[in-house]
């Protein structure tokens, strides 16, 4: 009954790929938990549009707002929010990263494939 949105509103998600989440949570009548790790004190004016375009998205849905410390890994502060709030469902976008994203960034969503028992979409944002 709780589908986990995880998102660090660095990119703007399309109504187009998240039609495919609200059908989701509509089909199985479950509210949307939008998940944040905090990495800063506050959100820069693109990531607040982000976020805004997000919420708009979700007027008419049972939805909810989560900002989570980052107090380790990436990883291991989404699976602490599932286990947490109760999650059923998560759903991650995938990003293409340049090389130097590639080297230095947590590959949160491979390690989350290895570690986790419930459903998990992950939904291609590239194209």
């Known amino acids: 009954k709780k589908l986990a949105l995880v998102t660090d509103y660095k990119k703007c998600i399309s109504a187009e790929k998240m039609s495919v989440i609200l059908e989701v949570a509509k089909i199985s009548e479950a509210s ?26 979700l007027e008419n849905v049972d939805h909810s707002f989560h900002w989570m410390p980052k107090f380790a890994s990436k990883t291991e502060v989404i699976q ?27 590959p949160v969503i491979k ?3 290895f570690n986790i028992e ?6 291609n944002a590239s194209n």
Do not use: A
């Open 32 to 57: 949307i938990c939008v998940m944040h790790i905090n990495e800063k004190q506050q959100l820069d004016k693109f990531e607040t549009s982000n976020m805004n375009t997000l919420s708009q998205y």
């Open 80 to 106: 602490s929010f599932l286990e947490e709030i109760g999650i059923d469902f998560l759903v991650m976008f995938k990003y293409e990263h340049s090389v130097m994203e590639k080297i230095f960034r947590e």
């Open 111 to 113: 390690k989350i494939t």
């Open 118 to 123: 419930l459903p998990f979409l992950v939904i």
